[in-house]
């Protein structure tokens, strides 16, 4: 059997072929060409019907996942393959398996056309699109291989993604806190009395003005120590795939791995679009769900044709509104306004109606103002 950096190549190799071709592949065709051999690299038995099952289904009433890798004849991961190209945004592909793996007890999901694989766990508890673990492409082979390798069979009886997971879960959380505490207008009030104390020659006006200032970038690299997952079943070693290099606010397909986050100065036309204007522009639609993350917990919203957001049954004016209110129902009516006051636009993140993935609000007003410079 190949291993899995070899397969990894020559289907990138089959992958310009057929790009250059005019007819278009199908699913059939993409599953035995393009992701039957890396799953068989990954070192399971594709005729092993104990080990891989084609067209799992639990009962002969529901809709067959592609392929079921079983453990003890207990699944442990579901493929859903598409034909090579087909739009894997398209929400229900992962909605879908996503559901039917969480109500067989899968937790692991994997959604491929066999030139992109995107890695969920089902079993998450955040918001679909914060399922999404990581995203690879096979025309580029090195992340390719290291992802992939964590679904070889060894791998997933050791649990390593698992592993993974759990550090990465954490990370996102905490990055995201991290760069909303450095993206919102005003610097929280909190950060600013920290440094207050611990720089008592500053005044708290000199301190705010900095962190307005302030570019700030926060990278999680895996601990030193730690062992590396085999690759597949050469017996090789690859790299153990960093907790952050994912796609955590994305369902776009581009991953975002590594990527650093950095403020962007909010221009002058940008403060004067109003949410109206984004949902005249198309990139908000109205009904949309809002995400907002406080304290580890996301709350969601419902954005109103007039700008308002729904929240818990209760109306609230602006963004700005409805994010001090999910404060104020974690830290009490009595809690102090330096505590609950909140930039609504970068609070909540939700759909962008024209790119189809999930972003800050305060992005998508960037990106309507870009519009309109365009013009």
Known sequence: MLELRDVVKQCGERLERFRRSPRRLGE???KASLISPIIEALGWDLRDPDEVSHEYRRNSTENPVDYALLLLRTPKLFIEAKGLGENLDVPRWANQTIAYATAAGVEWVALTDGMEWRIYNAHAPVPIEQKLFRTVRIDDPEPAVELLSLLSKDNMRDNRIDELWNGFFVDRQVHAVLTSMFSETEPPAELVALLDRRLPRLTSDAIRTSLIRARASFDFPVPTGQSTPPSSASGNSSPRPSPTAAPTFTRTGTSTAGARRTRQAVTTQERLIKVTDMIAAGRLAPGATLHGDYRGITRRGELLA????????????????????????DLGADAPESKTSTDGLGFWRTTDAISGDVVSVKEIRRRTARDADGD
Do not use: C, W
């Open 28 to 30: 059939q065709n993409t």
């Open 306 to 329: 007039d700008g308002q957001v729904r929240f818990h049954g209760q109306i609230y004016p602006s963004l700005s509104a409805a994010g001090r209110a999910v404060k104020m129902e």
